[in-house]
């Protein structure tokens, strides 16, 4: 399986943007780029996912390089509830099966 | 839809006694994946099942642990015996793929926190 490498922690300021990237130079064609978040004490959520194309949700944005070699979320306005665990995950969709695997991940945290 | 569903939400057992996990994923969704979080090891995933079939159970610990989905809307995930070293969070999720080429979001239960002591 393709991995993912991302920094251990990052800090931000409340209401400042967070960039948080992702290198994943081992990608396939196939190879979905998923971003999950974690808050404590919960499950894991669903952030945001593309394949070549920059995407936008209500809760982040999603920056893949023209390579798909590395990719970025941004979280456009930080806020204390954004204090979470962010996995970047490859997911590949084939016959044989659906793989969610996740990684290290990297710790936010916000500051007011 | 109320979500995957975990069952119970704590579990403390003795050493030595048989655990089961419950999961009951979104009404619809056709796979289903089996997590542990641990704070040495992270998110491990354990075993995952399509259309019912486990898929890949080579994240399964060792023989103590075995997964079952005897149909649609229900999995276990057994402990027997169970040790302490499986204290942990075990996680449930589903997802729906609706076809090749195409990629859904995968929905978390709120976990299962389990002490062997």
């Known amino acids: 399986d393709a991995k993912t490498t991302q920094p251990n922690s990052m800090e931000s300021n409340e209401e400042e943007p967070v960039h948080l990237p992702c290198n994943h130079s081992t990608i396939s064609g196939t190879d979905y780029i998923h971003w999950y978040r974690q808050l404590p004490s919960q499950g894991p959520e669903y952030v945001i996912h593309?394949?070549?194309s920059n995407v936008n949700n209500r809760m982040a944005s999603l920056a893949i390089a023209e390579d798909r070699k590395s990719s970025t979320l941004i979280l456009h306005r930080a806020t204390l509830r954004d204090a979470a665990v962010y996995y970047c995950i490859l997911r590949v969709f084939k016959a044989a099966g659906n793989k969610l695997t996740f990684g290290g991940g990297t710790r936010v945290l916000v500051k007011p | 839809d109320a979500g995957v569903i975990q069952s119970p939400r704590h579990e403390v057992t003795e050493m030595g006694q048989e655990v089961t996990l419950r999961c009951k994923p979104i009404s619809g969704h056709d796979y289903l994946f089996w997590y542990r979080q641990t704070m040495m090891r992270g998110l491990e995933l354990l075993i995952y099942?399509?259309?019912?079939?486990?898929?890949?159970d080579s994240g399964m610990p060792e023989d103590r642990f075995s997964a079952k989905m005897p149909n649609a809307s229900f999995s276990t995930l057994k402990i027997q015996p169970s040790e302490p070293r499986d204290s942990a969070v075990y996680f449930c999720a589903s997802s729906f793929s609706p076809g090749t080429g195409t990629n859904t979001e995968a929905f978390f239960g709120q976990g299962t926190r389990l002490t062997v002591v």
């Open positions: 099942f399509n259309n019912n079939v486990p898929i890949d």
């Open positions: 593309g394949l070549t």
